[in-house]
């Protein structure tokens, strides 16, 4: 039996979201000065997208239209916003509760 090597297998979704999160934090007072809520927002935005496996970052650029490319990042920069939106509204429930 073969032993394959799957290390280089990433969800390309994920740096994506990373850096969009990280970018957009200071529009969300609240959020922003929190860590543990920016996972939980890159986590709910990438629960919204559908996985991008890729193995190098040139694969995605490669296989993808120029046409598909813009609709995947319109797509993330959308999931983004949902989830802070979201993360906010939870994190002010909770405070009054």
Not at 2 to 31: C, I, M
Not at 49 to 56: E, N, V
Request: glycine share 4%; charged share 30%.
């Amino acid at each position: 039996m073969n032993s394959a090597d799957f290390t280089s297998v990433r969800n390309h979704n994920e740096r994506a979201v990373f850096d969009a999160v990280l970018k957009n934090a200071a529009r969300y007072p609240g959020v922003a000065d929190r860590p543990e809520l920016l996972a939980d927002v890159a986590c709910v935005a990438l629960n919204r997208l559908p996985p991008r496996y890729i193995r190098h970052e040139v694969d995605f650029v490669f296989y993808l239209s120029e046409r598909e490319r813009g609709e995947s990042d319109r797509y993330l920069a959308e999931a983004v916003d949902y989830a802070f939106g979201f993360v906010q509204a939870r994190t002010a429930m909770r405070a009054r509760a």
